[in-house]
C-alpha cells in the first residue's frame, strides 16, 4: 500500500463522497475511483459500499480507516524527525488568492531570516478547496481565509478584511460608494464546483443560493464578471495588482468581514508550525 493511496481513502472515507473526496484531493474522480478499487484488489476486501447517493464504509473500511490514519501519522512524524536529524528540515506553506498580499512578503522576509536553514515549499492553490490541502497532507500550515469546516484543525486569526463586490465597470451599480447585498439579489454569481465546503461556497455567495458560472480560480472569477456580467465578493486588501481594465469593486455595507487565518491539523507535534504562525500573526498586525 502506498501512502498516496491511504491519504487518498481516508478523504473519500471522511468524506463519504467520491466527488467532495476529490475536489478536497485536488484532481478528478475517475483516478480516485481507480486508486480505491486497486486498494481493495490489493488488500482483498470490499472497503467501501457505493451507491448515487455517496458512499458508507465496510466493517472492514472501518479498521483500514483507523489504521490509516495513524499510519499516516507516523509518516508524517517520521518525515519531520528525519529531515530534522538530517539538517534539512522542511515546512510546506499552503497559500490561498492572496499571495500577493505585502503582509505575505514581510511574513516571507521574517521567516527566511529567522530560519535560514529551513526548506520552504509553497502550494499556491485554487479556490475550491479553503485549507489548501491540510486535510490530503499536501501542505503543513496553510495562510488562507474563513470561514470553512474546521473538523480536525486549528485556526489563527490574523487579520480581518472588509468586503465587496466586483462588477463590470459599465455596471450601473458601479458608481455607488456601498452597496447592500439584497442590492444583488437578481443578478448572476460566480460559483464554485460540487463538493466545495459548504461553509466557504455560503460566506462568498453572501450567505445565500445563487446561479451562475463555476470557476476554480481568482483570475477565472474575475475573468467570469469581465465577459459574463455576473458579480462576485472580494476581499478590499492591497493585492499588489490592479484589477483588469473594464471592472471595479464596490464596498458591501452589510457583509461580514473575511477573516485571514494561518491554519495547520489539529495536534501537530511540527515546532516549525508554531514558530511560522508566530511570524505570521506579527506580519499580518503590522
Known sequence: MELRTLRYFVAVAEELHFGRAATRLHMSQPPLSRAIKQLEADLGALLLTRSPTGVALTPAGAVLLDEARALLERADRARARVGSAAGTATLTIGILGDSTDPAVGRLAAAY???????????????????????????????????????????????????????????????????????????????????????????????????????????????????????????????????????????????????????????????????????????SYRR
Open 112 to 282: 527566511r531570516r529567522d530560519h535560514p536553514g529551513i526548506d520552504i515549499r509553497i502550494r499556491d492553490t485554487d479556490l475550491t478547496d479553503p485549507t489548501c490541502g491540510l486535510r490530503a497532507g499536501l501542505v503543513d500550515v496553510a495562510l488562507t481565509r474563513a470561514p470553512f469546516d474546521g473538523t480536525a484543525l486549528t485556526a489563527r486569526a490574523l487579520r480581518t478584511d472588509p468586503v465587496g463586490v466586483v462588477l463590470r465597470a459599465d455596471d450601473p451599480l458601479a458608481r455607488r460608494d456601498g452597496l447592500r447585498l439584497a442590492e444583488l439579489d437578481s443578478r448572476r454569481w460566480f460559483q464554485f464546483p460540487q463538493g466545495t465546503d459548504p461553509l466557504w461556497q455560503s460566506y462568498w455567495n453572501g450567505g445565500r443560493p445563487r446561479q451562475g458560472p463555476v470557476v476554480r480560480a481568482v483570475q477565472e472569477c474575475l475573468q467570469t464578471v469581465l465577459w459574463n456580467g455576473t458579480v462576485g465578493l472580494t476581499p478590499l486588501t492591497p493585492l499588489g495588482h490592479d484589477l483588469p481594465p473594464g471592472l471595479a469593486v464596490v464596498p458591501l455595507v452589510d457583509m461580514a468581514p473575511s477573516r485571514v487565518v494561518a491554519v495547520w491539523n489539529e495536534g501537530d507535534p511540527n515546532p516549525l508550525i508554531r514558530s511560522f504562525v508566530q511570524a505570521a500573526t506579527a
